[in-house]
């Protein structure tokens, strides 16, 4: 089911009308489709788009636009300050319900593996999937059952069970999960620059959910 979000109608404005917008807690964005004879430039509420891309950031959307009515949208591009890290633009691509699109969905690990009881160290290789499906058929994530992983065991692509529809665009030989071997143990340093690299990974993942959905 589509979610309704309400969206006011701009004209093309300075850097300066930009900034003013935002500090009023609205983010500029564009809408593209086929359907309309220009793109659409509208302006949708600051904390309603944020609250949006934390939870369902493929969900499929719908705006009225006022030259040309209700009309079924996804979040196609999103562009930060690359300071501070905050929405300054937003683009949505116009969506046909009955036609296939493609979407990048988060990896979720699920079970208890041997090989983690072992002593062994999950290392999540993909962290998103790229899929191909209808938009209503996107999923939140794809789970990973882990369960049966053994110390040196990974899943690939192959080994993932997908929703019916829902089609990975991914190499099937590509490594999603993998059990590590028991490391030796890590100086307070070591353990500390891991955890920073790790955190800096799950942040360009985060950033990089949104390259785009794209038509077919």
């Known amino acids: 089911m589509a979610i309704a979000m309400k969206a006011d109608q701009r004209t093309v404005a300075t850097k300066?009308?930009?900034?003013?917008?935002?500090?009023?807690?609205?983010?500029?964005?564009?809408?593209y489709g086929k359907q309309l004879d220009q793109a659409a430039q509208v302006a949708v509420d600051g904390k309603e788009l944020q609250a949006l891309l934390r939870s369902q950031p493929n969900a499929v959307l719908e705006i009225n636009i006022p030259s040309h009515g209700k009309t079924s949208v996804m979040i196609s591009e999103i562009q930060r300050d690359s300071l501070s890290r905050q929405v300054l633009h937003v683009d949505f691509h116009q969506i046909n319900m009955n036609e296939n699109v493609r979407a990048n969905v988060r990896i979720q690990a699920e079970g208890d593996s041997q090989g983690v009881?072992?002593?062994g160290i999950l290392q999540i290789i993909l962290h998103e999937l790229e899929v191909q499906c209808l938009p209503g058929s996107i999923p939140d994530a794809v789970a990973v059952d882990i369960s049966a992983l053994e110390v040196g065991g990974s899943l690939l692509v192959s080994d993932l069970s997908l929703p019916k529809g829902v089609e990975a665009l991914a190499d099937p030989e590509q490594v999603v999960v993998t059990i590590l071997a028991p490391q030796k143990e890590l100086t307070e340093e070591e353990a500390e620059n891991a955890a920073v690299e790790a955190a800096e990974a799950d942040a360009r993942s985060?950033?990089?959910?949104?390259?785009?959905v794209k038509s077919l």
Do not use: D, F, N
């Open 206 to 212: 985060e950033e990089e959910k949104l390259e785009g």
């Open 16 to 31: 300066g009308e930009l900034r003013q917008l935002r500090l009023q807690g609205k983010i500029p964005g564009v809408i």
């Open 117 to 119: 009881r072992e002593g």
